[in-house]
Every structure is written in structure tokens, then in C-alpha cells.
């Protein structure tokens, strides 16, 4: 997003921890929309863990969506993301629920999930219509507490979207290599994430790694064309379909990596948008994904 990068520098991984969180908060404080009138926010803690609710007004006892955030396991927080979750409860009609989980590096690999398993458990009490979803490093998370909730008999998940996520696919070859200096995000980038995560082979931090994907919800996924994650995407729903899983994948050949703080300017990043709040709400209402 070259629009962006008078905020958050295409070579922020060079700076200190400060300063690339103070780059990210403005960039994403640049983006911000107001959220929708329709929705009510309350902020809630689940032991230690910031959580944000988006209700909808007047919708009573709706699906519920997690959401977790992207920003590469060390960036954002509830504030980032905060206008995104609340147009998804209002464009979906759905209740999401935002996490503020532990970043690296001070909290490594397995905080990050660890904090967002325990918001889903939290949730799970008092909601049977659970969906996962998130952004980057998000839709990692999401993926992983999908194969989480699936290896330990629960919760039951509608879905998981997973929007340009990084699944810990293969930098050698494919969109590592051709998209290598992608605007937004470089593969670079990725391996400076990576490595500052520490999740290394585990599946739970790079989902790729499973075996066996057999029993897992269904898939809404979106990649960004000049992405070097673009390719997960489609390796990841490969696998998917391989064991039966229902998947639907759409391919922003145009857009780049974080397009979602777009979607009020470009026409492509509105449309994707707009798709994937249609994929959140037939996902939740029609325990299907939407007609293609």
C-alpha cells in the first residue's frame, strides 16, 4: 500500500521495536473510519487478555466471529483493527469479538495462540455459532485454532476466513520468489516475522505443516496478488479440498498485502471486502459457504 508508506516505511523491520509499532499505530490511525452507528462496543477481559465486543443493535443472540489481527505476531492490537472488526459485525450481522493477544518478541510462539485459544474456549461457553477469522498474521492464528478446536473435539467452528494469511509455506519457490519485493510486505518481511515468532515447526504456527486436514471447518480464504504469502493460500486450500474440507478461495490478482485498509478507496479492495462480510454471513446463517 504505497499510499501508506509515508507512515509505516517499506523498511520498518530495520527499525527498533518502538519505532515500528509508533509507524504501525499511525498507519493504521491514518486508515481508521468511524465506526458504523449501529454498532455497540464493550471491552472485556478474559484472564489477562484485552478483548473488544461488536454487537450490532438489535440483533439479539447472533453468531459470533473472532477475529485476530494482523501485524506480523509483533504489531496492532485492538485499536488497529478496531474499525475492521466493527464493519464486519455490522456488514455480517454477527457479533465479533477483537483479542489484544501477546506480541513477540517479548512473548514468542505459543503466546500469541495460547491467548487466542483462550478467548475461543471463553467464547465457547456461551456461544454455539463460533466462526474464526483474521488478517496476516491473524488468519494465521485463525487457521491454528482451527486445527486446535479440531484435534481436541471442540469447539465446533462454522468457518474460518482467512484473509492473505502466512501458513508457513515454502520460501524458496512460487510468490516468495516472484513477489519478493511486493509493496506493504517483501518476503524479506516474512522471514524477519518468522524468525521473531519462533514457531518453527510446529503446526500451530505454520498450519502447512499438518498431515492430516480431514474434519476441518470450512474455508473461505483470500489472497492478494503482489503478496509473497499469495501462494499459501492456494497450497493451503489444496490440502483442504484433498481431505474433503470445503474451500473457497478469491484471488486479488490486483491488490497488494493489508488492501482491507483500502476498501473505502479502490474498487477491487471494496469488492473483496464486500465478499468476504457475504462469506461471514453464509458462513454463520446458511453453515455454508456462499454460491460462487
Same mark, same amino acid.
Given at each position: 500500500?504505497? *499510499?501508506?508508506?509515508?507512515?509505516?516505511?517499506?523498511?520498518?523491520?530495520?527499525?527498533?521495536?518502538?519505532?515500528?509499532?509508533? @509507524?504501525?499505530?499511525? @498507519?493504521?490511525?491514518?486508515?481508521?473510519?468511524?465506526?458504523?452507528?449501529? +454498532?455497540?462496543?464493550?471491552? @472485556?477481559?478474559?484472564? #489477562?487478555?484485552?478483548?473488544? =465486543?461488536?454487537?450490532?443493535?438489535?440483533?439479539?443472540?447472533?453468531?459470533?466471529?473472532?477475529?485476530?489481527?494482523?501485524?506480523?505476531?509483533?504489531?496492532?492490537?485492538? &485499536?488497529? =483493527?478496531?474499525?475492521?472488526?466493527?464493519?464486519?459485525?455490522?456488514?455480517?450481522?454477527?457479533?465479533?469479538?477483537?483479542? !489484544?493477544?501477546?506480541?513477540?518478541?517479548? =512473548?514468542? @510462539?505459543? /503466546?500469541?495462540?495460547?491467548?487466542?485459544?483462550?478467548?475461543? %474456549?471463553?467464547?465457547?461457553? !456461551?456461544? $454455539?455459532?463460533?466462526?474464526?477469522?483474521?488478517?496476516?498474521?491473524?488468519? %494465521?492464528?485463525?487457521?491454528?485454532?482451527?486445527?486446535?478446536?479440531? $484435534?481436541?473435539?471442540?469447539?465446533?467452528?462454522?468457518?474460518?476466513?482467512?484473509?492473505?494469511?502466512?501458513?508457513?509455506?515454502?520460501?524458496?519457490?512460487?510468490?516468495? +520468489?516472484?513477489?519478493?519485493?511486493?509493496?506493504?510486505?517483501?518476503?524479506?518481511?516474512?522471514?524477519?516475522?518468522? &524468525?521473531?515468532?519462533?514457531?518453527?515447526g510446529s503446526k500451530f504456527a505454520e498450519p502447512l505443516r499438518e498431515t492430516n486436514y480431514a474434519g476441518l471447518p470450512p474455508a473461505f480464504l483470500v489472497a492478494a496478488g503482489h503478496d509473497p504469502?499469495?501462494?499459501?493460500?492456494?497450497?493451503?486450500?489444496?490440502?483442504?479440498?484433498?481431505?474433503?474440507?470445503?474451500?473457497?478461495?478469491?484471488?486479488?490478482?490486483?491488490? +497488494? =498485502?493489508?488492501?482491507?485498509? *483500502?476498501?473505502?478507496?479502490?474498487?477491487?479492495?471494496? /469488492?473483496?471486502?464486500? #465478499?468476504?462480510?457475504?462469506?461471514?454471513?453464509?458462513?454463520?446463517?446458511? $453453515?455454508?459457504?456462499?454460491?460462487?
Amino acid at each position: 500500500m504505497i *499510499a501508506g508508506e509515508r507512515f509505516y516505511p517499506a523498511d520498518a523491520v530495520n527499525f527498533t521495536l518502538v519505532q515500528q509499532r509508533a @509507524f504501525y499505530d499511525k @498507519f493504521c490511525a491514518h486508515f481508521r473510519k468511524a465506526r458504523p452507528a449501529t +454498532v455497540v462496543v464493550r471491552d @472485556f477481559t478474559v484472564g #489477562a487478555v484485552p478483548c473488544r =465486543h461488536y454487537r450490532r443493535q438489535g440483533m439479539e443472540a447472533a453468531p459470533m466471529l473472532l477475529y485476530l489481527h494482523g501485524g506480523g505476531f509483533v504489531l496492532g492490537g485492538l &485499536d488497529s =483493527h478496531d474499525d475492521i472488526c466493527a464493519e464486519l459485525c455490522d456488514g455480517a450481522g454477527v457479533d465479533v469479538v477483537g483479542v !489484544e493477544y501477546r506480541l513477540a518478541p517479548e =512473548h514468542p @510462539f505459543p /503466546a500469541a495462540f495460547e491467548d487466542s485459544l483462550a478467548v475461543l %474456549n471463553h467464547l465457547a461457553r !456461551e456461544h $454455539d455459532r463460533l466462526l474464526v477469522g483474521g488478517d496476516s498474521a491473524g488468519g %494465521n492464528l485463525a487457521a491454528a485454532l482451527a486445527l486446535k478446536a479440531r $484435534d481436541t473435539g471442540g469447539p465446533h467452528l462454522l468457518g474460518q476466513v482467512l484473509i492473505y494469511p502466512g501458513l508457513g509455506g515454502d520460501m524458496t519457490k512460487g510468490s516468495y +520468489v516472484t513477489k519478493a519485493v511486493a509493496p506493504g510486505l517483501s518476503t524479506t518481511d516474512v522471514l524477519y516475522y518468522r &524468525d521473531i515468532y519462533r514457531g518453527g515447526g510446529s503446526k500451530f504456527a505454520e498450519p502447512l505443516r499438518e498431515t492430516n486436514y480431514a474434519g476441518l471447518p470450512p474455508a473461505f480464504l483470500v489472497a492478494a496478488g503482489h503478496d509473497p504469502l499469495r501462494d499459501d493460500c492456494a497450497a493451503f486450500a489444496t490440502k483442504l479440498k484433498a481431505a474433503g474440507v470445503a474451500v473457497e478461495v478469491r484471488d486479488e490478482a490486483f491488490l +497488494v =498485502h493489508a488492501f482491507l485498509r *483500502a476498501r473505502s478507496m479502490s474498487e477491487p479492495a471494496r /469488492a473483496s471486502f464486500d #465478499a468476504i462480510i457475504a462469506a461471514i454471513r453464509s458462513l454463520a446463517y446458511e $453453515d455454508r459457504l456462499p454460491a460462487s
